[in-house]
């Protein structure tokens, strides 16, 4: 987390070093401004391909990374049908919990909108939801419920 912070600091002061307040004001993707200033025109050809790479890749983990909770929920029997808790047996793969997430970004994209931007947005939007969701019965059972086992310790 020490290293994300720096990294976005460090990209601030790089942003305000070379561009002007009117610049950054003005433009819609800043990064894009600050690469073709700093490197020339170059960066116009190789950033965007950086950045697709970049949110390719972010997107591939979220959506393993669900289709694993999908997985982990129906195989303890809790939340979903027992079928979502099987797993590919060549490749290892929770199978059915990637086509229910290919199944509900589908139905999202034919019911909300026509634009995948949209799409993400939806997606972020829900993730960042259910990631405060957990957050906040984190501390909720901490409190309520010191005593609680909990199969995963962070300190002693």
């Known amino acids: 987390m020490v290293i994300v912070t720096t990294v976005y600091c460090l990209a601030n002061v790089a942003y305000f070093t070379v561009m002007t307040k009117e610049e950054l004001l003005d433009s819609d ?16 050809t190789i950033l965007p391909f950086m950045i697709m790479c970049s949110m390719m890749g972010s997107m591939n ?15 303890d029997g809790h939340h979903l049908p027992a079928i979502i808790g099987m797993i590919n047996i060549n490749r290892y793969t929770p199978m059915p ?45 901490r409190i309520v419920k010191p005593n609680m086992h909990r199969p995963i310790k962070v300190c002693e």
């Open 61 to 75: 983990g979220n959506i393993i990374a669900s289709s694993r909770m999908y997985f982990v929920s129906a195989r």
């Open 97 to 141: 919990g990637i086509i229910l997430n290919m199944v509900m970004a589908i139905v999202m994209l034919l019911i909300f909108s026509t634009d995948i931007v949209v799409l993400l947005d939806y997606y972020g939007f829900f993730r960042w939801i259910v990631t405060g969701a957990g957050v906040v019965a984190l501390v909720y059972f």
């Open 29 to 44: 993707a800043v990064g894009m401004v600050f690469a073709q200033l700093s490197m020339g025109k170059i960066a116009a």
